[in-house]
């Protein structure tokens, strides 16, 4: 029986060392493959960083181009918003040989019915320039109710339809 126990014993740590020398051979070999791998990632990091890079670099210039062209369009859009406002104001109007007139608080008058003989005018030009004036007291005010009367033609050249 003690025999037997012995041989068995042999046997079990027979298996025993072999077991182990597979095992640590597995070991061995998933050790060498993960230790290959770290060997040759920073080549392949470097190389990824390389890439990474260059297409960094790519998608910058990109933006930059898309920055300026965008800058581009808006400035356009500035300046024809600019030119269009320059055309509506009354500033145009004076330009082309209009006067704009306030009362003395400043308000702009719309026409003549209302002013008081003695009142203060201000008469701003095209050029900018301003003017003070005092209403005449002889001066004559239109209704504003009153049509306009035409004028008779000068010319002897003119004919009469009617």
């Not at 009362?103 to 702009?108: C, K, S, T, Y």
């Amino acid at each position: 029986m003690i025999a037997r126990a012995h041989d068995r014993l042999t046997i079990l740590s027979d298996r025993k060392l072999r077991a182990l020398g597979v095992a640590t051979e597995r070991r061995r070999a998933r050790f060498e493959a993960v230790g290959d791998r770290f060997r040759r990632t920073p080549y392949r990091l470097s190389e990824r960083i390389d890439l990474c890079r260059e297409r960094l670099e790519a998608l910058a210039a990109r933006a930059e181009r898309c920055h300026r062209q965008r800058l581009a369009a808006e400035r356009s859009r500035l300046e024809a918003a600019g030119k269009l406002l320059q055309s509506l104001s009354y500033k145009s109007v004076l330009q082309r040989g209009f006067a704009l007139v306030r009362d003395e608080e400043g308000r702009p008058l719309r026409s003549a019915a209302g002013v008081a003989p003695g009142s203060g005018l201000s008469v701003e030009f095209g050029d900018e320039t301003r003017l003070e004036a005092i209403v005449a007291p002889g001066a004559a005010t239109t209704d504003p109710n009153a049509k306009p009367r035409r004028r008779k033609s000068s010319s002897p050249r003119q004919g009469d339809l009617f």
